[in-house]
């Protein structure tokens, strides 16, 4: 819950301003329910057959199916299904009280988030109150506990619990996972394969890169718009050639890298209000005027140079191509380390579009002048 600036600055709240739903979605109400529905039931089975296929029946969906179509589907689930133990409790909680610790107590400069649809600004690091207007029910149980009530959730004054989920445990955890299973395959094993390496090296890369640049994070889709409600997985090592496992991690470090100065180009654009140097001149911009839910006349600056003259969204193809990177050491003789890849690719893709319809609702006819002057949504000449 997010202190709203003065009202010259974000709008003050307004204690008889209606609490925000969820934005209307593209697709019919039967496709949206029956979608909700679908990934709120299926994803624990899912995860658990992820973990089944990964870890007992060596990465092969068709061991996998064989084992429920012998036992049924049922019973083969429950015969699968994992007992959580205490020490695995106490590893997640105690990891996640060490994360929600240094979240609160370690030091750090104070960023704001972008402005919200009804005019507040979160301030993330700061002492602030509980009081962003950016809540509120739908009026449906299924669409409120799917999408969330809140924009900005918050334990007390300074807990912000996107943050401890997305970044601080979320994050930390994909790193801490990745040199995990360094260990356990050197206990196994008595060495760390090269693909092992490769992939462990790509996702510490990523991640460090995550939080160099996690003031940024502040201003993208997942934090800004989104509510609530990402996978992972591991798969043996495979790919044995030096050469090979070289040319993947600096492929792969390009990737991360472009990713990275997407962003940064982005977010130095915004920080400096468009008077900066985007590959050695001035950016090209549009100046797009919008108007909250208050009724309040902004305007924001729309940057159509550098990586962000290729496409709209240009980011996401790098994004996508990391991913690739540090999943093809385990080479093809299976598809399932490929999930993530497939998973990633469909989400980002989707969220373009999302992005673009809210634009195109929020900017009008500037949204229209910017697609005209970067045509491609996600990949430079094709889409």
């Not at 996640?96 to 370690?106: M, R, W």
């Not at 385990?330 to 989707?350: N, Q, R």
């Amino acid at each position: 819950m997010a202190k709203p600036k003065a009202p010259s600055a974000a709008g003050a709240k307004s204690a008889a301003a209606p609490a925000p739903a969820p934005p209307a979605t593209v697709h019919s109400a039967l496709v949206t329910y029956s979608s909700m529905l679908a990934l709120l039931s299926l994803c624990p089975p899912f995860v658990i057959l992820l973990w089944y296929t990964m870890v007992h029946a060596d990465g092969s969906v068709v061991k996998t199916y064989e084992y429920l179509r012998s036992h049924g589907v049922m019973e083969g689930l429950k015969s699968i299904w994992p007992m959580p133990t205490l020490v695995a409790w106490k590893i997640i909680f105690g990891f996640g009280l060490f994360e929600a610790a240094l979240q609160l107590l370690l030091p750090g400069k104070r960023f704001e988030g972008p402005v919200s649809p009804s005019g507040n600004v979160p301030v993330y690091k700061g002492h602030i109150a509980p009081s962003s207007s950016d809540s509120g029910s739908s009026g449906n149980v299924i669409i409120d506990f799917y999408w969330g009530m809140e924009l900005y959730p918050r334990i007390g004054k300074h807990f912000d619990i996107k943050v401890f989920t997305n970044c601080r445990f979320g994050m930390m955890s994909w790193a801490v996972l990745a040199v995990t299973y360094c260990i356990k395959q050197y206990e196994i094993n008595g060495s760390v394969s090269d693909s092992m390496l490769v992939n462990t090296a790509l996702m510490l890369i990523y991640v460090t890169k995550f939080f160099w640049w996690e003031s940024g994070y502040w201003c993208t889709m997942d934090i800004a718009h989104d509510r609530v409600m990402m996978p992972g997985r591991y798969r043996g090592s495979v790919c044995r050639e030096v050469l090979l496992a070289l040319s993947i991690l600096l492929a792969g470090m390009l990737c991360i890298y472009i990713n990275y100065d997407c962003d940064r180009q982005r977010q130095e654009f915004r920080r400096t209000n468009g008077k900066c140097s985007i590959w050695g001149k001035a950016p090209s911009k549009i100046v797009a005027s919008y108007t909250t839910t208050k009724g309040e006349t902004k305007s924001s600056l729309l940057l159509t140079s550098g990586w962000w003259g290729l496409s709209r969204h240009f980011h996401y193809v790098p994004e996508i191509l990391s991913a690739f990177f540090w999943t093809v050491p385990a080479l093809f003789s299976h598809f399932l380390p490929y999930f993530y890849v497939i998973f990633l690719t469909i989400l980002l893709f989707d969220r373009a579009k999302r992005d673009d319809d809210r634009c195109s609702s929020k900017y009008g006819k500037f949204w229209k002048m910017y697609c005209n002057k970067v045509p491609y949504r996600v990949i430079p000449g094709i889409y």
